[in-house]
């Protein structure tokens, strides 16, 4: 299919820790992202995080975007939930609101809104959810998604402006829907004669990350998990590659994914 027909921009989740418990290296990946993705408050974020973090954001000169899920800080936001459309509308709603609370304080506009984790994979296959979420969606405000699902349908029949998302750091199925962990998987290590569990992270080889950002961008393609090639139907919508900031060694894919990325735009002609 040739390659996409806009800059690539790479957007992140940020602000996903809660309390005293940090996720990611927030302030490590600023200065490789060009749009964050704020949590706010129901999967995880919490207000002084929400704060800093539109404050660090402001500070790197990255856009801003609410980050809404489902209402479940143990989970994550990875778990289905059961809600009703109303529902849906309505904590879209609150949670943007409550970004946009700090981002007026410091006299940010609010860029886009990303839904997060399983409600975005749900938003994909539904479209009742999807629909209920995008009427929780201020006028005038785009929306980052899969195009060619439901996402995209239910963008176009509300009237909310659509972004299309590839990954970095995620994989598809061979049906072009992506392959969501509830938890990022890790290896754990028991060593002899030690007293304690280690916790090592999988992350992505960087070779890895560099070829499968660069046939989506350059082949609007992908590599499904099963071996087959997957188109992806972009389109002529603006495109951003989402990466995790909970990703095991997710400032290497951010930095890795930041190189393709600069030098596709630049044999294109977009600086």
């Known amino acids: ?29 600023l200065p490789y992202i060009s749009q964050a993705n704020v949590a706010c408050g129901f999967h995880s974020g919490d207000p002084l995080i929400m704060q800093s ?3 660090l954001c402001k500070a790197h000169n990255v856009r801003i975007g609410a980050h809404p899920g489902l209402p479940d800080l143990q989970g994550f936001g990875r778990r289905e939930m059961k809600l009703q459309p109303e529902e849906l509308t ?35 296959r539904d479209y009742t959810v999807a629909e209920a979420v995008m009427k929780g969606i201020p006028k005038g405000i ?4 899969l195009a060619g ?7 176009q029949d509300v009237g909310v402006e659509f972004w ?7 994989k598809y199925s061979a049906d072009g829907m992506l392959v969501i962990d509830r938890i990022k998987k890790h290896v754990l290590l028991l060593r002899r004669f030690r007293a304690r569990l280690l916790i090592r992270g999988r992350s992505w080889k960087t070779e890895d990350v560099e070829k499968h ?18 188109q992806l139907p972009v389109k002529d919508y603006p495109i951003t ?26 044999e294109h002609g977009w600086s």
């Open 142 to 145: 785009p929306v980052f998604g």
């Open 241 to 266: 590659i989402c990466c995790h900031s909970d990703s095991p060694g997710c400032l290497d894919i951010v930095k890795t994914t930041r190189t393709v990325v600069d030098k596709f735009n630049e």
């Open 164 to 170: 299309a998302e590839m990954y970095g750091d995620v």
């Open 149 to 155: 699902t439901q996402m995209e349908k239910a963008a």
């Open 90 to 124: 309505a904590i879209t709603v609150y949670q943007v609101g409550a970004l946009k609370g700090f981002l007026d304080r410091e006299g940010v506009p609010l860029n886009h809104v990303k839904p997060h984790g399983v409600l975005y994979g749900m938003m994909c």
């Open 1 to 29: 299919m040739g390659p996409i027909k806009h800059k690539a921009l790479i957007n992140v989740d940020l602000g996903e820790g809660y309390g005293n418990l940090k996720c990611g290296p927030d302030e490590e990946l």
């Open 213 to 230: 950002v660069g046939q989506q961008v350059s082949t609007q393609s992908v590599t499904a998990v099963d071996g087959s090639i997957v």
């Open 53 to 55: 973090t539109v404050r």
